[in-house]
């Protein structure tokens, strides 16, 4: 089952924040977000367990909802180098790095 | 320069034929990845090889197999190709503690195969 991201579409200025959200129809066991510019390959961000284990980016900050089958990212003070498309892809608790990924949200930060 | 490597960079080609993508991971990943994006869609999971085996598969087409070698790259045959099959394909990898892929090692991707058929 895809997971849905919101919004499909976002426009900023530079130094305004914005959340981009990821919710599942089924349990989550682990979210991954990723970054991908056009025509690049994705690039990672983060990793969310279930149990609040994380992995990634300094700069970038992500939370993992159990109860509500979400997680959301944010990106706070956005520069110019944040746009691009995001995808969220869940992964579940068997022994694979099956990831199954949202249909993206486009993100463009204006000067 | 995630360290994964696909080529060919661009494939065109006719409908019916056949085609092999190929795929290095990076040095010491035991998890190869495929995946399709087609125009405006997000990231297709076709399936998963770790070390040498398959396992884990998406919604990958009968026409469409693939394999880990020894060597630990991996190829991604497509054939009776269909214009539909026109996509953007990634291939991934992972490091992987002993025990197998897990939900916590992040994927890197390579630059992608284009393949447009014709």
């Known amino acids: 089952q895809q997971p849905v991201q919101s919004p499909q579409a976002v426009i900023l200025r530079e130094g305004e924040d914005a959340v981009i959200n990821c919710s599942s129809s089924?349990?989550?066991?682990?979210v991954h977000w990723y970054r991908q510019k056009h025509g690049e390959a994705p690039v990672f961000l983060m990793i969310l367990l279930k149990g609040g284990e994380q992995k990634g980016h300094e700069k970038i900050s992500a939370s993992f909802n159990e109860k509500k089958q979400q997680s959301s990212l944010y990106l706070t003070a956005s520069q110019l180098s944040y746009s691009g498309t995001y995808f969220c892809g869940t992964g579940g608790s068997g022994n694979t790095g099956k990831l199954i990924f949202g249909q993206g949200t486009t993100l463009q930060v204006k000067p | 320069d995630s360290g994964v490597t696909q080529t060919p960079k661009h494939l065109i080609t006719a409908t019916g034929q056949r085609v092999t993508l190929r795929c290095s991971p990076r040095?010491?990943?035991?998890?190869v990845y495929w995946y399709q994006q087609s125009l405006d869609q997000g990231l297709q999971f076709l399936i998963q090889y770790y070390n040498g085996e398959e396992r884990a598969k998406g919604n990958i087409l009968e026409r469409f197999s693939a394999q880990q070698f020894p060597d630990l790259h991996s190829e991604l045959n497509l054939s009776s190709l269909e214009l539909g099959d026109s996509a953007l394909y990634f291939c991934?990898?992972?490091?992987?503690?002993?025990?197998?892929?897990?939900?916590?090692?992040?994927?890197?991707f390579g630059p992608g195969t284009r393949l447009t058929v014709l």
């Open positions: 991934a990898s992972s490091f992987n503690k002993e025990g197998g892929p897990s939900a916590m090692n992040e994927q890197f």
């Open positions: 040095s010491g990943d035991l998890s």
């Open positions: 089924k349990a989550l066991y682990s």
